[in-house]
């Protein structure tokens, strides 16, 4: 594998990224989903192991070849990438939460597809709210060394938004998407700003998915270097 400029400097870390977005069933053939890609995750998973890191990467519903070199686990719902994200944390230096989660589930799950009844309109679908993965990571500080870093995707008051997100869920690190109008979702090129609990923000111009990955682990290797305590 050809070393880069950071060389492997991650090396010794164990890290887990979340990718992708989850999809939660209505009935056997239909779910409600989001149009997150995975690229961006994907991106932080093969950027870390370059740099020397074991990588968990928890894969929701992507259609993306499996990184070399990374252990990936495929899951559909909130609650697999839950189990898997937290199983997988335990022990862990950081935790990257780049997948979209969905935030509501239906409340039932039919048993048999749902069918058209002949002249009546479809029932309302009930929706649930989902377990917030991110805020449970952030709110377990047993390891005060872990690092957790959180992905908002916003369409205004980026800013505001991504400053009261990083204060409400309480993680280490937001990176903080400006989305809409062709930017973020599916393509190759993102633009950010990289918002630290403890130290100042950082711009991040827009550029290929990669280079931000390198830029989010930079800032969570200044983390564990305790450059920002
Ligand atoms: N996230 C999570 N569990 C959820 C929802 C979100 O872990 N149930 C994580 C995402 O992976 C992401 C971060 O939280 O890293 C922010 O997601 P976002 O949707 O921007 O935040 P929300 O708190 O859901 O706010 P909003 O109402 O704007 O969707
Ligand atoms: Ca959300």
Redesign the pocket.
């Known amino acids: 594998r050809e070393v880069g400029p950071r060389g492997t400097d991650l090396a010794g870390r164990r890290v887990v990224v979340?990718a992708g977005g989850t999809r939660e069933p209505l009935d056997p053939v239909r779910f409600l989903g989001n149009r997150s890609s995975g690229k961006q995750g994907y991106a932080l998973a093969r950027a870390a192991a370059a740099r020397g890191a074991r990588v968990v990467l928890v894969a929701a519903n992507t259609s993306l070849p499996d990184p070399e070199g990374v252990e990936t686990i495929a899951v559909e719902t909130?609650a697999e990438l839950r189990e898997a994200v937290l199983g997988a944390a335990d022990g862990a230096d950081a935790v990257v939460?780049?997948?979209?989660?969905a935030?509501f589930r239906p409340a039932h799950r039919a048993a048999g597809k749902i069918k058209k009844r002949e002249g009546e309109d479809p029932e309302p679908i009930r929706l649930v709210r989902?377990?917030?993965?991110?805020a449970e990571l952030a709110a377990d500080r047993s390891d005060p060394l872990r690092v957790v870093v959180?992905?908002?995707?916003e369409t205004e008051d980026v800013l505001a938004n991504g400053e009261a997100?990083l204060a409400r869920?309480g993680c280490d690190l937001l990176v903080v998407n400006r989305v809409g109008e062709g930017v973020a979702f599916g393509t190759e090129d993102n633009e950010a700003i990289l918002l630290d609990a403890r130290g100042p923000r950082e711009e991040i111009p827009r550029g290929p998915k990669e280079e931000l990955a390198h830029r989010v682990w930079d800032a969570v290797a200044r983390r564990w270097s305790g450059e920002r305590d």
């Open positions: 979340s909130t939460m780049a997948a979209a989660v935030d989902n377990p917030d993965v991110l959180g992905f908002a995707a997100k869920k």
